[in-house]
């Protein structure tokens, strides 16, 4: 899948048109997962790498579980999205609602309101960009899926690559997705570094 992957990526000029149901594919795609497990690749801007796990339960709740050695966690608990450095004793908070991984963990959102289909190369391919213009702060999400029958409403969340309001890009690849298997909901708990930090 990475070559796929990789050409939604590039975003090149539109040779193949959107069709005009492919955001309502997305939509039926989101709210049929409630769950789903997946592990990630991520890039930051500076080109460094890392692994790890994702968990997602909706409504609300993803965690990226980094590989070991990596001091940080990312945490949605439901009502807000936790960045925890534990090398530095340091946590970081934003409403679920103001995150760009909102459009993943809020099953009954009209993402038609935020979204749109951008034309592509490859018609087994969809991409969707995803930002609410009036708050360009919260930066914006574009979404990669692939036409796959097996998967949730036919598709297949195969990453994303985050824009922040600086401008500053983060893309995640995903492989061995498994969708709605029971996720508890202690995976969503986390220890507070500054506690630790406190401690010492």
Do not use: C
């Not at 679920?96 to 993402?111: H, M």
Request: aromatic share 8%; hydrophobic share 40%; no cysteine.
């Amino acid at each position: 899948m990475n070559y796929r992957f990789l050409t939604a990526l590039a975003l090149t000029p539109a040779l193949i048109a959107a069709a005009p149901g492919d955001l309502g594919l997305v939509q039926t795609h989101l709210q049929a997962v409630q769950s789903m497990t997946a592990n990630f690749t991520q890039t930051d801007r500076t080109g460094k790498v890392l692994t790890g796990v994702l968990t997602l339960k909706k409504p609300g709740k993803i965690r990226f579980q980094y590989e070991k050695g990596v001091p940080i966690l990312i945490v949605g608990d439901g009502k807000a999205l936790w960045f925890l450095d534990y090398s530095v004793g340091q946590k970081q908070r934003w409403p679920i609602g103001n995150s760009p991984l909102g459009v993943l963990l809020n099953p009954t959102r009209d993402i038609s309101q935020i979204a749109r289909v951008i034309p592509g190369g490859d018609p087994r391919i969809i991409s969707v960009e995803a930002n609410d213009p009036k708050h360009p702060e919260y930066g914006r999400i574009t979404l990669i899926f692939a036409r796959t029958a097996s998967a949730p409403g036919g598709l297949m969340l195969q990453g994303w690559v985050a824009l922040d309001a600086q401008n500053n890009r983060t893309s995640i690849r995903l492989g061995n997705q498994r969708f709605n298997a029971p996720v508890s909901d202690s995976t969503f708990r986390f220890n507070d570094p500054q506690r630790k930090s406190a401690a010492r």
